[in-house]
């Protein structure tokens, strides 16, 4: 069975951190880009970050940029995104995702997983 699970999410204060992990089974990720989506409540799904295979090459949509960082373990088969300086409209659903390379078709998604930041 192929499965992409998320998980790391929870509440939060602003200013804290959080890193969100997604183990993939069923299938190796070696050869795919990796990203990161997230989907705040009454919004719709849009892009937070993204991954190549190797991981030498990394893109962040301007929201998020500075802030979070993605990187994989191929080894383990695991995607993160590290969530530094968290503020409210960070709160969302955040699915990771396998596409054949960035900026193109996702051909897996993960459950998501929640994240909360409020006071």
């Known amino acids: 069975q192929l499965q992409l699970v998320e998980s790391g999410g929870g509440l939060v204060q602003p200013g804290g951190s959080l890193r969100l992990s997604c183990a993939a089974s069923g299938f190796t990720l070696d050869y795919y880009a990796l990203a990161w989506f997230r989907q705040a409540p009454g919004k719709e799904r849009e892009g937070v970050s993204c991954i190549s295979p190797s991981g030498g090459s990394t893109k962040y949509s301007d929201s998020v940029k500075g802030r979070f960082t993605i990187s994989r373990d191929n080894g383990k088969n695991t995607v993160y995104l590290q969530m530094n300086s968290l503020k409210p409209e960070d709160t969302g659903v955040y699915y990771c995702?396998?596409?054949?390379?960035?900026?193109?078709?996702?051909?897996?998604w993960g459950q998501g997983t929640r994240v909360t930041v409020s006071s």
């Open positions: 995702a396998v596409n054949n390379y960035c900026s193109g078709p996702t051909v897996a």
